[in-house]
């Protein structure tokens, strides 16, 4: 199946820091990707849809001055933690469809002290 | 996208097959279903999808109903690497446009040694 990958695996930063987070599809374009968001033992939140060359469309309750996504080519899409704040420590996943079947990331994990 | 029910969890001896069932009564007629698991700390894996035939790759085979209310997913031989949470999701995939998947709570499979 396509591959995407995210980069950083993990960090830690501290309280009042801005993270950057980068999700690339590997071996195929995607003018749209998905970042989710998951708590210890809870199942994936989307967080927001990311759409090449225009705003991304966040999910209620999303603050997107927080939560910056850029998708500034087919196969890269950024999302960056502005003023990190430890409630803000996740597990983080994007994920880009392909014929139908959507694929997802590896995942960050994001732990602000 | 219609909605699905699945047990919470299930246990299954290692090396023998693993049945995890899901009900969706609710399924229209150009929703397909769809499997995905997520391993401990990683991102959502993409095992398999069909829409009312029986359907089998390398990973897994899922059987679906005459009546399509209801599928199961079959792992043929289980390992301890296939302890996972699996999320049955129905959708339809082409004409889905930027909609993301939902994904419910899944059924915790543990495989025991």
């Known amino acids: 199946g396509a591959v995407v990958s995210q980069h950083p695996s993990w960090v830690i930063c501290k309280s009042g820091t801005s993270v950057k987070i980068e999700c690339r599809s590997l071996d195929f374009q995607a003018t749209t990707m998905f970042w989710y968001r998951q708590f210890p033992k809870k199942s994936l939140m989307l967080m927001a849809t990311?759409?090449?060359?225009?705003?991304?469309?966040?999910e209620q309750g999303v603050e997107k001055d927080k939560f910056l996504i850029n998708h500034a080519s087919l196969t890269l899409s950024t999302l960056t933690v502005t003023s990190a704040h430890p409630e803000d420590s996740s597990f983080y996943i994007c994920?880009?469809?392909?014929?139908?079947?959507?694929?997802f990331g590896p995942g960050t994990r994001l732990t602000v002290l | 996208d219609a909605k699905t029910t699945q047990p919470t969890s299930m246990d299954c001896a290692e090396g023998r097959a693993a049945n995890l069932p899901c009900n969706h009564s609710t399924i229209s007629g150009n929703e397909y279903v769809y499997w995905y698991r997520q391993i401990h700390s990683q991102g959502p894996q993409y095992i398999i999808h069909g829409l009312k035939n029986n359907e089998t790759n390398e990973m897994a085979s899922l059987i679906i109903t005459e009546d399509r209310k209801s599928s199961t997913l079959i792992l043929p031989h289980a390992t301890l690497r296939d302890t996972a949470v699996y999320y049955c999701i129905v959708r339809v995939p082409h004409n889905s446009g930027n909609t993301p998947l939902v994904f419910g709570k899944g059924t915790r499979l543990s495989v025991i040694a």
């Open positions: 990311s759409n090449e060359g225009s705003k991304a469309t966040y």
């Open positions: 994920s880009a469809r392909q014929r139908g079947v959507q694929y």
